[in-house]
């Protein structure tokens, strides 16, 4: 199966960028770039995502950026109106995915963008919903053999079954719980509720005082006598003896937290980074990318640079990442390219620039593609010119935990998906910033 993403989207289709077309064999009569450069500028878009495909003679001019791909018969005096479906579209598209409703969101895609898109969106994708929508796209897309790996079938196939009385399990058929600890869990014939989710059982116990211990366990599908999905409860009925390797997990309390905070430097170093954040660079700084998100990615990549043991130039490096990431966004909805904007916006705008170039390659790495799955950002790592590839992907895997961390907001944080063990000891201290139960 060949592994093909995204990124390779322009190249599997021909696209010929519209800067470039001048210069190919295949420009067509009459075709001058600079006066079509001009309008696309005035109507702030960018002439980088105007294409020329010549194998399509009746639609042959493209408009193609993240999820949004158009085909034109003509552009010459155009831009105004394709500017207007563009808007259009990326509002349709961001909504059906704030709205979790997957199918609109397939058939509002082009096709041939189907399965490098739903890739990309599978984490969000209710479970009962993510195996019907794989057999859509594998049985009725042409390009779905060629996009999908053997390692996202693999992923897809644990949750054939899942609904909403049927929750998600391993290849053994045991289902990963979660529950405040009490009396209950001592009398092993009661009947008792336990949740899919850790962090339901978080916020359960997070206005309870003295912090009450977070337990995890394993039930087997056999013993499981009910299951609500509902996204705000994914409680289980079991009875107490049918949960398996039950264990107090090593959250760590930021209420318990201050040495470590101040032999770190860690609040010293927020205080600092902290201080270079200007409201002015997001579009909406009360929006949900914007000012509080920003601060508390940052406390919390500062804290994972100390319990991973990180040397001051990585912390410097993820402080920086932390405070530029967002700031190209334009809407709070799916952008997968805002990360391309952020950095584009941080050198337009002298925002920053680290003196050693290298350094400041892994600072581009980590902006440019913290918005995309990693798959797609490890087949780009060879355009940046990087001296120590494994420091850069340690820094990248803190990055978008911590990043991921602050999903608690959305309430769709899954543990499975982060790649430190640090991000999985935080998932208590990211719900007690975003609840404000701490404040720094």
């Known amino acids: 199966m060949n592994d093909k993403y995204g990124d390779d989207f322009i190249a599997r289709n021909l696209l010929i960028p519209l800067s470039e077309l001048e210069d190919s064999p295949y420009k067509p009569k009459g075709f001058a770039f600079a006066p079509l450069r001009d309008q696309i500028a005035t109507e702030g878009l960018k002439d980088d995502d105007f294409y020329f495909n010549p194998v399509d003679a009746e639609a042959p001019y493209s408009y193609y950026r993240g999820s949004v791909l158009l085909d034109f018969a003509g552009i010459d005096q155009k831009i105004g109106e394709i500017k207007i479906l563009i808007v259009r579209l990326e509002k349709d598209i961001n909504e059906s995915v704030a709205n979790r409703d997957f199918d609109r969101f397939l058939s509002l895609v082009d096709r041939r963008l189907v399965p490098d898109l ?36 693999k992923k897809v196939s644990k949750y054939k079954g899942v609904s909403d009385s049927r929750p998600v399990a391993d290849t053994e058929g045991y289902v990963r719980v979660y529950r405040i600890k009490d009396e209950e869990m001592s009398l092993p014939d009661k009947v008792s509720s336990w949740s899919t989710d850790v962090n339901i059982a978080i916020i359960n116990a997070l206005p309870l005082e003295p912090r009450p211990t977070i337990c995890q366990g394993k039930i087997h599908h056999n013993n499981i006598i009910s299951f609500d999905n509902d996204r705000f409860k994914k409680e289980i009925k079991v009875k107490v003896s049918g949960v398996e390797q039950v264990e107090a997990m090593e959250l760590i309390n930021l209420l318990d937290f201050d040495d470590e905070l101040t032999k770190g430097e860690i609040i010293e170093k927020y205080t600092l980074y902290s ?166």
């Open 275 to 440: 201080s270079m954040i200007n409201n002015a660079w997001f579009h909406n700084p009360q929006g949900i990318h914007a000012l509080g998100h920003t601060k508390r990615v940052l406390l919390l990549s500062l804290i994972i640079c100390f319990l991973e043991n990180f040397s001051e130039k990585d912390q410097a490096i993820l402080g920086f990442a932390s405070i530029y990431h967002d700031i190209g966004r334009k809407n709070d909805g799916y952008d997968p390219d805002h990360g391309l904007a952020s950095y584009s916006k941080l050198i337009n705008e002298q925002l920053l620039k680290l003196d050693d170039f290298h350094e400041n390659e892994i600072l581009r790495f980590l902006v440019q593609n913290h918005a995309i799955p990693d798959q797609s950002a490890y087949k780009k790592i060879n355009r940046y010119a990087l001296i120590n590839v494994e420091r850069t992907l340690r820094l990248y895997d803190a990055f978008k935990d911590a990043d991921g961390l602050d999903r608690v907001r959305l309430k769709d944080l899954n543990p499975e998906y982060l790649r430190t063990d640090s991000a999985q000891r935080l998932i208590l201290a990211a719900h007690q910033l975003y609840s404000r139960k701490v404040e720094y």
């Open 118 to 153: 739903f890739m990309e969106v599978f984490n969000f994708i209710p479970d009962q919903d993510k195996y019907r929508l794989f057999e859509k796209v594998w049985r009725y897309n042409e390009n779905s053999h060629d996009v999908f790996t053997e390692e996202f079938i």
